[in-house]
Every structure is written in structure tokens, then in C-alpha cells.
């Protein structure tokens, strides 16, 4: 797992400037930040430059798809579950999923988010997010959690 304070100490995050994109899809895909970082480069995003929303789209999705994760856009409906008109950073982590990781979209930024915590700056902050992207990770990264009769099936304690 990838938190947004472990790459904030990171020497390639901290020479590269407007680079949201890459740190979310760190975290969304817990992946090393180098590599998503230079997997970006050869999709064509210059350092120190933001990608647009339709950009950070396409190539995040593609690298979603990679790497076996389902990713699915969340509908405006089921936004509206998540506070209705004006949803916000703030608001939204009491209905993320900690068995699914998350890329929010907003106003020029995106943020990863994943164990129903917000990894950004805009942690806690009012910012409106305009779209959502759940991730439902491959079976090789799902944690199982067993239940207390399964263990005492199992002969577990």
C-alpha cells in the first residue's frame, strides 16, 4: 500500500510539479511511484505538466485494465448517495469502500483514495469532486477476511 505521505517523500515526486495523475494512480493501483511515473512519460505527459481530465481518463483507465483491475465510472445517481448535488472530499470518505481503491476527479485535480481514506492533499478539504472511479482489485490482491466461524472451521485461531 501506497500512502500519499510515503510519496511525498519520494525524490522524483519532489523534482516533478503537477503531477496528481501519477500520484493517484499510485495509490489507486499501489503500484512504486518511479514506475507509474515513467509509464506516464511513455503515454506522452511531460513532467511538471498536468494531463487533462479526458487524457488522465484514457491512459488511467488503460493502466487499470493492465494490470486486472475492473474500473468502472461511478453514475451520477450513486453520486447523489454520496451527498447529493456538490459532493466533496470531505463527505465522500464515509461512503468509499476499504476493499476497493478509488481515483476522484475534480476541478483540475485528481486524487487516489483507498481503505475508505482519501491519500491528498485535499484530504478533509472542500473541494467538489465531479467524478469518481472505483477500482475493484484482481484476485492476486484481494484480502481475504475470514469470518470466526470459518476460522474455527479451518482449525485456525
Not at 451520477?76 to 468509499?96: C, I, P
Not at 486524487?111 to 467524478?131: F, H, L, S
Not at 469518481?132 to 475470514?146: F, N, R
Given at each position: 500500500?501506497?500512502?500519499?505521505?510515503?510519496?511525498?517523500?519520494?525524490?522524483?515526486?519532489?523534482?516533478?510539479?503537477?503531477?496528481?495523475?501519477?500520484v493517484a494512480s499510485t495509490i489507486a493501483?499501489?503500484?512504486?511511484?518511479?514506475?507509474?511515473?515513467?509509464?506516464?512519460?511513455?503515454?506522452?505527459?511531460?513532467?511538471?505538466?498536468?494531463?487533462?481530465?479526458?487524457?488522465?481518463?484514457?491512459?488511467?483507465?488503460?493502466?487499470?485494465?493492465?494490470?486486472?483491475?475492473?474500473?468502472?465510472?461511478?453514475?451520477?445517481?450513486?453520486?447523489?448517495?454520496?451527498?447529493?448535488?456538490?459532493?466533496?472530499?470531505?463527505?465522500?470518505?464515509?461512503?468509499?469502500?476499504?476493499?476497493?481503491?478509488?481515483?476522484?476527479?475534480?476541478?483540475?485535480?485528481?486524487?487516489?483514495?483507498?481503505?475508505?481514506?482519501?491519500?491528498?492533499?485535499?484530504?478533509?478539504?472542500?473541494?467538489?469532486?465531479?467524478?469518481?472511479?472505483?477500482?475493484?482489485?484482481?484476485?492476486s490482491k484481494q484480502t481475504v477476511e475470514?469470518?470466526?466461524?470459518?476460522?474455527?472451521?479451518?482449525?485456525l485461531k
Amino acid at each position: 500500500m501506497r500512502t500519499y505521505n510515503q510519496i511525498k517523500e519520494v525524490q522524483a515526486y519532489k523534482k516533478d510539479k503537477n503531477c496528481c495523475t501519477v500520484v493517484a494512480s499510485t495509490i489507486a493501483l499501489d503500484e512504486d511511484f518511479e514506475k507509474m511515473q515513467m509509464t506516464y512519460d511513455s503515454e506522452g505527459r511531460r513532467r511538471n505538466k498536468g494531463l487533462p481530465h479526458y487524457e488522465t481518463r484514457r491512459i488511467f483507465k488503460k493502466l487499470a485494465e493492465q494490470r486486472g483491475y475492473h474500473c468502472q465510472q461511478v453514475k451520477q445517481s450513486e453520486m447523489d448517495k454520496f451527498g447529493g448535488v456538490g459532493v466533496t472530499v470531505n463527505r465522500v470518505e464515509r461512503f468509499l469502500r476499504p476493499d476497493k481503491s478509488y481515483v476522484l476527479c475534480m476541478s483540475g485535480h485528481v486524487a487516489g483514495a483507498i481503505d475508505g481514506k482519501v491519500q491528498d492533499w485535499t484530504e478533509g478539504r472542500r473541494n467538489r469532486v465531479t467524478e469518481i472511479w472505483e477500482l475493484t482489485p484482481p484476485k492476486s490482491k484481494q484480502t481475504v477476511e475470514l469470518t470466526q466461524w470459518q476460522k474455527m472451521m479451518m482449525g485456525l485461531k
